[in-house]
């Protein structure tokens, strides 16, 4: 029996699938669990990926967290002459 995904696998491999685009908390946190998923957010970094956050305020006065997936440079090749 294969091993299943830990909640930080699962949010890992859903900022890998929606790269550069903000992802609110509530949305996080069906895949990262409703308790934790901040703090798998943080685990989720040490593994080297980047992620910012920014909160907005809107106008009912509620702020919403969200977050982008900054996915690394594609790497140039290099000719060799």
Do not use: C
């Not at 998923?37 to 970094?45: L, P």
């Amino acid at each position: 029996m294969a091993n299943k995904p830990t909640y930080t696998d699962r949010l890992q491999s859903y900022f890998e699938s929606h790269p550069e685009q903000w992802i609110d908390g509530l949305t996080l946190s069906e895949h990262g669990g409703a308790y934790g998923w901040r703090s798998r957010i943080s685990d989720v970094r040490k593994r080297g990926l980047t992620i910012v956050n920014r909160q907005r305020s809107l106008a009912s006065g509620r702020v919403v967290s969200e977050y982008w997936y900054l996915p690394p440079e594609p790497e140039t090749p290099r000719t060799l002459f």
